[in-house]
Nanobody, 126 residues
């Protein structure tokens, strides 16, 4: 059983930056794919970014490409989402997720993930 805990959310102005963290425990994550999703009020949860833990390969949603960077720290078993040039439309609850790697990276669908964190709120005002 894996446990994921997000942190780092908050309220910022448009154009500012935030870094989210996802601390993982309970498993060896070298064979896992990790991802970030987000959900705004009244909308379905959407894919943001994903990283294959063992290789560091990454993939992003078009809406965040060039502004967000996903990374991981093996020693700390922590995944990060560096968010720059934030926009009001980035406002959402951000969730981290984990999936056992079975090939065909990237994983951009919710149903591909087995474990989820509780979410952290990011609010961007104009």
């Amino acid at each position: 059983q894996a446990q994921l805990v997000e942190s780092g959310g908050g309220a910022v102005q448009a154009g500012e930056s935030l870094t989210l963290s996802c601390a993982a425990s309970g498993r060896t994550f070298s064979s896992y794919v990790m991802g970030w999703f987000r959900q705004s009020p009244g909308k379905e949860r959407e894919f943001v970014a994903t990283i294959r833990w063992s290789t560091g390969s990454t993939y992003y949603a078009d809406s965040v490409k060039g502004r967000f960077t996903i990374s991981r720290d093996n020693a700390k078993k922590t995944m990060y989402l560096q968010m720059n040039s934030l926009k009001p439309e980035d406002t959402a609850v951000y969730y981290c997720a984990a999936a056992y790697y079975n090939g065909n990276f990237p994983y951009s669908r919710e149903r591909q993930y087995d474990y989820w964190g509780q979410g952290t709120q990011v609010t961007v005002s104009s």
